[in-house]
């Protein structure tokens, strides 16, 4: 038998825990519940994504045009000012350069210069829309090496396809990372997607070939490949690449209608490079940024445009499905040079 006095506190602290929690209960209820949180538009995402790159950039513009400096030395102090956001030398340079052709003599109205830039920078990241799905089934092969977020940029292509209405088939050609394949079985659950694969380390163009097979005999619309971004040498994985495209355009005719490269905004001027090697050898469509949200690196976009001359697709400004967006010349300066104190920026 317990003694009385310890039966008697257990009973207190019994009910002190029952009152709490419906004190707790009530207040919750009072309360009502919590306020949904406001959704932003695509051009609010890529604004707040933007954020980091736009606020170092917007300071050393600032400076430059502030400085009082004689014309020469603003447009150099410009010049350094887009370089440091990761534009490169050679882009910012051009740009500057037009800028300056433009403004002329005016070059110490602010207002004008930063106008001037944003209409450059927008007509240097100008490009046609991506091509809609023409062909059944519309095939796209997804490169880039590894830790850009290429496998789940796929998953997330996957859902705006689905989201059209398309019927949808993934393909996980990366064999040498098992998590690779595991990753996109999740993105085909979540999407509703069909998806082909085989064990890790089985060859990229073996499952590409079963692809091509299950998307003819499926009926798929668009078929998404993700491929590898390692192998032991640069050589080997672009004869790798080079051996899935034969495969592919031999069981679809036109095919691969798209050949996108993930870049990582975070990597600065090392997604530049890798732009041109994958464009060298296989022949880069599209480009889709990633991770501009973690970065001030954001101008590395505008470099990617310029120095290999492929078109932006996608940008990617967050963790969710809709952080990937379709990519939109005009809001993308807006959100990058537009001023957070003044509207219109100027």
Not at 49 to 54: K, V
Not at 227 to 238: E, K, S, V, Y
């Given at each position: 038998?317990?003694?009385?006095?310890?039966?008697?506190?257990?009973?207190?602290?019994?009910?002190?825990?029952?009152?709490?929690?419906?004190?707790?209960?009530?207040?919750?209820?009072?309360?009502?519940?919590?306020?949904?949180?406001?959704?932003?538009?695509?051009?609010?995402?890529?604004?707040?994504?933007?954020?980091?790159?736009?606020?170092?950039?917007?300071?050393?513009?600032?400076a430059a045009l502030g400085s009082g400096a004689h014309d020469a030395d603003v447009f150099r102090?410009?010049?350094?000012?887009?370089?440091?956001?990761?534009?490169?030398?050679?882009?910012?340079?051009?740009?500057?350069?037009?800028?300056?052709?433009?403004v002329g003599r005016a070059s110490t109205d602010g207002a004008a210069v930063r106008r001037a830039?944003?209409?450059?920078?927008?007509?240097?990241?100008?490009?046609?829309?991506?091509?809609?799905?023409?062909?059944?089934?519309?095939?796209?092969?997804?490169?880039?090496?590894?830790?850009?977020?290429?496998?789940?940029?796929?998953?997330?292509?996957?859902?705006l396809h689905a989201a059209a209405g398309r019927r949808v088939l993934l393909v996980a050609a990366?064999?040498?990372?098992?998590?690779?394949?595991?990753?996109?079985?999740?993105?085909?659950?979540?999407?509703?997607?069909?998806?082909?694969?085989?064990?890790?380390?089985?060859?990229?163009?073996?499952?590409?070939?079963?692809?091509?097979?299950?998307?003819?005999?499926?009926?798929?619309?668009?078929?998404?490949?993700?491929?590898?971004?390692?192998?032991?040498?640069?050589?080997?994985?672009?004869?790798?690449?080079?051996?899935?495209?034969?495969?592919?355009?031999?069981?679809?005719?036109?095919?691969?209608?798209?050949?996108?490269?993930?870049?990582?905004?975070?990597?600065?001027?090392?997604?530049?490079?890798?732009?041109?090697?994958?464009?060298?050898?296989?022949?880069?469509?599209?480009?889709?940024?990633?991770?501009?949200?973690?970065?001030?690196?954001?101008?590395?976009?505008?470099?990617?445009?310029?120095?290999?001359?492929?078109?932006?697709?996608?940008?990617?400004?967050?963790?969710?499905?809709?952080?990937?967006?379709?990519?939109?010349?005009?809001?993308?300066?807006?959100?990058?040079?537009?001023?957070?104190?003044?509207?219109?920026?100027?």
């Amino acid at each position: 038998m317990e003694p009385s006095w310890i039966i008697a506190v257990a009973a207190v602290l019994a009910l002190l825990v029952f009152l709490a929690a419906r004190l707790a209960v009530r207040r919750r209820l009072g309360a009502g519940p919590a306020p949904a949180a406001p959704q932003l538009t695509p051009a609010e995402r890529l604004r707040r994504g933007l954020l980091a790159t736009r606020r170092k950039l917007a300071a050393q513009v600032d400076a430059a045009l502030g400085s009082g400096a004689h014309d020469a030395d603003v447009f150099r102090e410009l010049v350094e000012a887009l370089v440091a956001a990761d534009v490169g030398v050679r882009a910012a340079e051009h740009l500057v350069g037009r800028v300056r052709a433009r403004v002329g003599r005016a070059s110490t109205d602010g207002a004008a210069v930063r106008r001037a830039l944003r209409e450059e920078v927008e007509a240097a990241l100008a490009a046609e829309p991506p091509p809609a799905p023409a062909a059944r089934p519309w095939v796209i092969l997804v490169t880039g090496v590894n830790g850009v977020g290429k496998t789940t940029t796929v998953g997330k292509l996957a859902a705006l396809h689905a989201a059209a209405g398309r019927r949808v088939l993934l393909v996980a050609a990366d064999t040498f990372r098992a998590a690779a394949i595991e990753q996109l079985e999740v993105w085909a659950r979540r999407t509703g997607a069909d998806v082909v694969r085989q064990g890790p380390g089985a060859s990229p163009a073996a499952v590409a070939f079963d692809g091509m097979k299950a998307a003819l005999a499926r009926n798929a619309d668009v078929v998404l490949i993700d491929t590898a971004g390692r192998l032991h040498t640069r050589t080997n994985l672009m004869e790798e690449l080079g051996k899935v495209r034969r495969v592919i355009a031999r069981e679809v005719a036109g095919a691969p209608h798209e050949t996108l490269l993930v870049l990582d905004a975070t990597t600065g001027q090392n997604a530049v490079a890798q732009a041109r090697t994958f464009a060298e050898a296989v022949g880069v469509t599209g480009i889709i940024v990633t991770k501009l949200d973690g970065t001030a690196r954001g101008g590395v976009a505008i470099g990617v445009r310029q120095e290999i001359g492929v078109p932006l697709r996608y940008v990617g400004v967050g963790e969710g499905v809709e952080d990937l967006r379709p990519f939109d010349a005009h809001q993308f300066v807006v959100a990058l040079l537009e001023s957070d104190s003044t509207p219109n920026g100027s």
